[in-house]
Structure formats: C-alpha cells, structure tokens
C-alpha cells in the first residue's frame, strides 16, 4: 500500500487556545478576515482582521508553528537576507493565548548599520459566533462602532447589537513611537545594528463589564486556571513506552492533547472540552466521556468533569432548553447566538446518555480511586440523575428510555448519535421519534449497576441491592426486544411503533462494553462488527456501508469514529475477543499514524483501506484534537491489557493479550487508589505474555473477567 504520513486534518489552519479562548490563523500564522479566521472568547470572535505591513508591504511569514498549546510563533523575512553588506532584518510573530490575546512582534537586525521602518497594524472585529464563523453564515448581526482614546491609547470596538454587552480593547506597547490615525496603529522603529526592537499588541475582551485580560509574553505556563490545569496534567498523566514506535507516539500525542484542552471551570479545572477549534464550551457526554477513557493515564479530568456536571444539573422543566428537574447539562456556550435566544445553548440538557453516563462515571472513579469523600460529595447528583431517568427517562413506561425532544431549536436525536439523520430505518429513512436507541439500553444498565455499587460503597445496600435486580430484569427485557437473531445483531434501536429499526450499526459495540450481551451471542456480535461491511480496516463504521443510506463521509451514517474504537476495544476484551480486539487496535494505530503528531481526529470517513484509498480521509469538518479521539488511544491499550482497577482492595486485575505487531508495554505512573506503579508487559512465544508491576505496594492479579471465561468455556465446550 501507498505509504502515507503527516496528514493534517484542516490543513489550511493554524489553532492554538486556553480555557475559553481560541486564536484561529492561516497556516502563515495571520488572520486574513476569511472564516473561521480569528480570535475567538466566550464563543465570539473579537478580532476577525489583523493585517500587520512593514513600510507599506506586508511580510509574509515562512515558518509558523504551534508552542505549547496556548502559543505561537512565526518568522517573516523583511529584506533580502542574502545581500551584502547585510541589510537583513527578519519580523518574529508570537502570539500568546489566554483570557485575552497577546501579539508580540519583534523586528530583529542583522544589518551593520541602524534600520528605520513603519510597522502598521489595522485590525476589525465582527462579533461573530464560533458557529457563525464555522459555517460562514451570520444569523445575527449588528454594527461595529471604533472609537480612540488618546489618553490610553486604547482603541475599543464595541459590538451594537440590543441584548448583548460586548466589546474588545486594543492597545500597542513599544519602547519605540506609537500613534494612532486613519483606523491603524504605527510603531516608528529605529532598529539599532544587530539589535531588536519590539511591540506588544494586546487584544482584551469586555464582556457584560468585564475585562478578559491579555497573558503574559510567555511560553511557559502562565498563572491562570486553564494554564494551572494543563501544567496538572502534564505532570499527573501517565507515560507509555514500547518497541512499536506507533503506539508510543500515539499514546504520547493523545496525554499531550489531553493535557491542553481543560476549560479551566471553577467547579471542575481539568475537564476537558470536547475538540478544536469549534466545541470550545462544557460539554457533558464528551467531557465525560474523554475523562472515563482516559482512567489509564489519571483520574483527575474524570473527579473534575463529574464535579463540573454536578454544578449544572436541569432544576426545572423548560421544554426550550430541553430541561427537566434532575437531567445533567449537555452543551453551554457563550457565544451571541446564544445569549441572544436564537438557540437554547447557554445552557442545554437534550441529550439521553449524559445521566446514565454519570452514574456509570461515578461507579469507575470509585473503582479506580477509592474516594469515597469524592463519591458521597457527587451522592446527591447521582439520586437527582436516578430520579430524572426514573420520571422523565421512560414515559410510556414499557421499560426502555426513548428520547424524545420539545425544544423547537433543539436536538432531533438525543442518544450518542445526535445527527438529525443519524437513525434510519434499513430502507434509508429517517426513524421519527421517540425513539429508543440501543445503546442507550446499554447505558441505563451500566448505570443500574454501577449506581448499585457506590450506592452500597456508600452506605446503602438495600438501594443497592434493588438497582441490581432491575439492571437484571432490564438485560433479560432488553435481549428479547432488540435481538435480531437472523442478523447476528441487535436493533439499532426501538421505532415510535415499538418495532425494531433493524439496520447494522455500530452500537452493538457500546453493549458489549456494557456487559448487557449474553455470553452465548457475544462472539456473534464481535464477529459481526468486523465484517468488511462493518470494519473499514481502519475502524468501525457507523453504520454498515451495505445500508441504502450509507454514506462514508457523513457525520453518523457510515463513518468511523476513533471514541468508538476506544469504547468498542473495552468491550471486545471483557467478552475474550482477542482476534477482533487486535484488528480494530491495529487499525487505529494505523490510522494514527497517518497524521501529523499520530493525533486521531474526531472523524475519519468511512472508506475502506485498501490500494485504492492509502487514506482514509476525514470528516470535512472534524475537530482536530479532540478529545474523546485522544482518550480512545488509551482505551485500547487499556482494552488490550485487560486491566480492571479495584482501588478498595488495592488491587488491579489484569488479563494481557498483545499481537505480534505490539511485543512490549512500558506503563510509567498508573494511579489506582492511593497508590502509583509502573507496569511492563512483554509479548512472549506463543502469544503467551508476562507481565511486572514496580512502584508503591498494590497487587497485580492476573484473572480474566467472568465474560471472557464464559466466553471460553462455551467456545472450547465441556471438558
């Protein structure tokens, strides 16, 4: 096959962020005034132009990089670098990412004798969304109003739009000239020989009265609450090492990315949005979920999404937000659009997975910690999610949740596939609501039993017991409505008839994770997932690219998500499928390694890889890191470990199954409970592995889990 390398997922920019503010540039590091150019805060772009001219022409720069994950820096040549005498003079770029943004531009001499020049600076704000930038279409408007002062050399751009209170700051620093006329600044530099003069541009938000200030010239950390959680993280999240260089790289850009992205929120400071450059908000589901697959590398994003989603939890019913007593947030943001009206985001709950998510969050953070401070804190959030499911979950009462939506401006689908049309019917066509997806089944039983342990953990054992006896209850009900045994599968989901939408999708994967799939039709559903129709080669698809409404470039009909891999690894090794565990693993390393940094982006197409596609390609508007993609890279090393903590018995359960194309794996820094270990598992003849644990006194007990026993047992029949 066509080898391929360093792929970039939107390879026409450049981004860079911190908390709740993005710079979006091209890859020149300017921002052109074309969209989603800009510098965005609080959702809101407030610098949507910047053209910087030395004497009249403007350099373009012919190095631009990304420092850090909040900085960065370009290079522009200012004269003939090759003439002599020299006269070569060369313009550094750094910009630096906090609440507001920090442009330092430096021109450096390497001429004999002092060089006089004008550096111009003009720069616009437009207000715009994140979403408006994205899409290249406004939805809202409202003039922009400049006015100067002198007396602080402040230029402030203020947005006249009724309803919102926003405006931006712009000010120039220099030892040299500064002034201000005809809509620009101009610094009059005199660049001493072989010396450097320099100029700040500080561009400072002002939100409802409230000045977001611009960091400080650094590359290092700077001393604010996203920088101090990304410093946490940094340190906190655990290594790996190994003779596939591909695993190695994939593992380190994935805790990278992961270290970069928490929002830096009061209530939960690691929590990490979902992806870059357009979900820069709390996002419930995903910020969940990215922390739970990433238990391997640390607990910490996971204590802090699960305290951040305890804060924002639906109070009262609001058929426009989707809201009910007890139902977690699902996406906030800040942008005009929403906090005009014209959508319900500043605070929306249409979503059906993120309350069982919750619980069945809640039940892993005990598992691998031991805290149970933490757990009866979160206590009161898990019986308020229980109750919202309980009352609202399943209103016809037939003991499935189906989602429905009341928000005119809301989600059409509300369980992990949110796409309008995401759920189709094996004839093409969109399923109406209600609808009853199958993983959400899932979901709702993972959540009984978890819910059932910390329940219990905590002091409650007869709620416990009882959470048992329904997730039991629900398995068996479950199996016998969705099963579609002429299939090898199960329903995608229950229509509003009650009759099972029966096309192959990828959900069966999140049941397996689960552990809601009967051991006697496990493989059946492993197998099932693998097929040409299902595996692309790279990954699972959404949807299988036999169906009619198949499509390997769209959002949830056929494409292939790298989270899911991650969720469907955990799945395939709790039921013992190695084979099918390997080939999935393989191809997303694979695909990993594709693109620049092995950085997994939010969507790969659907295509299948062979001679004919040497890629895969994207989905045109993935985010890229994002990460649910980063956390899946953890998950399957996890997957293929087998590893299951039990922090209150200071124990971890192990049952490792490496292929042949993963001879070795060096853990350093796994947390479980109070302790930290470093773990060394090695491929040996045969397939047979070893397996060593250094560090603080924890025990490693090799045991597969009770499926994969089944599992075996029923394979290899009575003995």
């Known amino acids: ?110 001429a004999a004798e002092p060089l006089r020049m004008a550096v111009e ?41 009724a309803g919102l209170d926003r405006a931006v700051a712009v000010r120039v620093r220099s030892d040299a000239p500064v002034r201000y006329a005809d809509a620009a600044f101009t610094v009059e530099v005199t660049v001493p020989p072989r010396g450097s003069v320099r100029a700040d541009v500080l561009v400072e938000p002002v939100f409802d009265g409230e000045r977001l200030a611009a960091p400080p010239a650094t590359f290092t950390e700077p001393d604010d609450p ?25 593992w380190r850009c994935a805790v990278e990315d992961l270290a970069v992205l928490p929002l830096g929120e009061p209530a939960g400071p690691t929590a990490p949005i979902a992806g870059l450059p357009i979900y820069q908000e709390i996002f419930g589901r995903d910020t ?77 953070y005990l598992a691998w910690t031991g805290d149970l401070d933490t757990v009866r804190d979160l206590l009161p959030t898990a019986r308020r999610a229980l109750g919202w499911i309980e009352r609202y979950g399943d209103l016809d009462g037939d003991g499935f949740l189906e989602y429905h939506r009341r928000s005119r401006a809301g989600l059409k689908n509300q369980g992990w596939k949110d796409s309008d049309t995401a759920i189709v019917d094996e004839h093409g066509q969109v399923v109406p609501n209600p609808i009853a997806t199958s993983e959400l089944q899932a979901y709702w039983y993972a959540a009984l039993r978890h819910a ?42 229950l229509g509003p008839d009650k009759r099972p939408v029966r096309s192959v999708n990828s959900n069966d994967g999140h049941l397996l994770t689960t552990g809601i799939v009967p051991t006697r039709v496990a493989p059946m559903v492993a197998a099932r997932l693998l097929e040409p129709d299902m595996f692309s080669g790279w990954g699972v698809r959404t949807l299988s690219a036999a169906h009619p409404a198949y499509n390997p470039f769209s959002y949830h009909r056929g494409s292939v998500w790298p989270v899911e891999a991650g969720t469907i690894g955990l799945g395939l090794a709790r039921y013992g499928c190695w084979e099918h565990l390997h080939r999935l693993a393989e191809g997303m390393f694979s695909a990993a390694a594709l ?125």
């Open 288 to 364: 969940m979920t990215a922390s739970w697959q990433a238990l391997l590398a640390g607990p910490t994003m996971l204590a802090d999404s699960l305290r951040l989603i305890a804060e924002h939890v639906g109070r009262r019913c609001d058929p426009w937000r989707d809201e009910e007593p007890g139902k977690p947030l699902h996406e906030a943001r800040r942008g005009p659009v929403s906090v005009l009206g014209l959508d319900p985001f500043t605070g929306y709950y249409g979503d059906w997975s993120t309350a069982p998510d919750f619980l069945v969050f809640l039940g892993q």
């Open 595 to 719: 693109f620049a940094e092995h950085r997994l982006p939010e969507v790969l197409s659907g295509l299948p890889r062979d001679a004919a596609h040497p890629h895969p390609g994207v989905y045109p508007n993935s985010c890229s890191p994002q990460a649910w993609s980063a956390s899946s890279v953890i998950a399957l090393v996890q997957a293929l470990l087998a590893l299951r903590p039990a922090a209150p018995l200071r124990t971890i359960f192990v049952d490792p199954h490496l292929p042949e194309w993963l001879p070795d794996l060096r853990l350093e820094g796994v947390r479980v409970g109070g302790a930290t270990v470093d773990l060394t598992v090695r491929r040996r003849r045969g397939g047979r592995t070893s397996i060593s644990a250094r560090g603080d006194r924890l025990a490693v007990v090799r045991r597969p889990t009770l499926q994969a026993m089944s599992t075996r047992r029923r394979r290899n029949g009575p003995a």
């Open 1 to 110: 096959m066509t080898r391929v390398r360093n792929l970039r997922v939107r390879p026409d920019l450049l981004y860079v962020a911190s908390g709740w503010s993005t710079l979006v540039t091209d890859v020149r590091g300017r921002i052109t005034g074309t969209d989603p150019q800009g510098f965005f805060a609080w959702n809101t772009r407030v610098l949507s132009t910047e053209r910087i001219t030395v004497d009249g022409r403007e350099p373009v720069p012919f190095s631009t990089a990304n420092v850090q994950g909040h900085a960065q820096l370009s290079y522009a040549e200012l004269g003939d670098g090759e003439q002599l005498p020299s006269r070569a003079a060369y313009l550094l770029t750094e910009r630096f990412v906090g609440a507001g943004l920090r442009t330092r531009l430096t021109v450096v001499s390497y």
């Open 226 to 250: 996203a920088a101090t959680a990304r410093a946490r993280l940094t340190t906190e999240l655990a290594r790996l090492n190994s003779s596939n260089f591909d695993v190695t790289a994939a």
């Open 121 to 161: 600076i003009r720069v616009g704000a437009d207000f715009a969304d994140t979403g408006e930038a994205e899409a290249g279409h406004r939805v809202q408007r409202g003039g922009v109003d400049a006015s100067w002062d002198p007396a602080t050399g402040e230029l402030r751009l203020t947005y006249l739009r």
């Open 452 to 493: 059932a342990v910390v329940f219990t953990a905590t002091g409650h054992p007869a709620r416990g017991a009882a959470l048992v006896a329904r997730a039991h209850a629900l398995r068996r009900r479950f199996h016998r409505a969705y099963w579609l045994p002429e299939r090898g599968c199960y329903a995608m989901a």
